[in-house]
Structures are given as C-alpha cells and as structure tokens.
Nanobody, 124 residues
Framework: VQLQASGGGLVQAGGSLRLSCAVSGLAVSTYTVTWFRQALGMERGFVAVVTWSGGRKYYSDAVKGRFTVSRDNAKNTVYLQMDSLKPEDAAVYFC??????????????????WGQGTLVTVSS
C-alpha cells in the first residue's frame, strides 16, 4: 500500500492550494482517508476526513468553512482543497488511510497507512 501526497507549495495568505493523496494497493472507497498536518515544533493534528462508509466528511474547527475534502473513487485519490489560507495553516500535510471507529477518526493512532507528507508554506 502506498499513499502519495502532493500539491504543496508556497502561497500568499488568502490564496488556495489543492492537495492530492494518490493511493495504490487499497481502494479509497473502502478505507477512511484523513488529512493531518504538522507545523514546525508542533504535534501532528487532524485536519479533515472522508469516511469509507457513507463518505461522511468532518473537519477540524480551524479549517471548517475554508477547506474541502473530496474523494474520486475512479482515480483512487483523495483531495484537500484549501482556500483562504492563513499563515497558521503552514505545515507538512499528511494523508493516512485506515478503518478507525467513528469516535477515533481524528486520532492518528486509528490509521495504518501513511503518505510521506507535502509541505505547505503560507506567506503573510
């Protein structure tokens, strides 16, 4: 199983980026795929998730209303559209896949497979 995160880069505050998580070795329609991020000197934290069952979407309070997670089953890829970016959104973004129970979807311990991360830098 491989998860390949891409799409990071440098953007000005207020700008947009779209991250992609291309998955091989499992079907994204049968696994919950989640985005986490880790800023310099900070712990890794939950950003957004699309569940395998029902395709439900959940967001952290910090990104709700600005970020949108989506899934393309045909391309076996999960996306994170990030709009109205703020300097505090700067981090390495990781995608992860697993089958956590609903109450554990925001915890990185619930995920088995991880991508390598893509760096997002937001200038003020």
């Amino acid at each position: 199983v491989q998860l390949q995160a891409s799409g990071g880069g440098l953007v000005q505050a207020g700008g947009s980026l779209r991250l992609s998580c291309a998955v091989s070795g499992l079907a994204v329609s049968t696994y919950t795929v989640t985005w986490f991020r880790q800023a310099l000197g900070m712990e890794r934290g939950f950003v957004a998730v699309v569940t395998w069952s029902g395709g439900r979407k959940y967001y952290s309070d910090a990104v709700k209303g600005r970020f949108t997670v989506s899934r393309d089953n045909a391309k076996n890829t999960v996306y994170l559209q990030m709009d109205s970016l703020k300097p505090e959104d700067a981090a390495v973004y990781f995608c992860a896949a697993g089958r956590p129970i609903l109450s554990n979807i925001r915890a990185d311990s619930g995920y088995t497979y991880w991508g390598q991360g893509t760096l997002v830098t937001v200038s003020s």
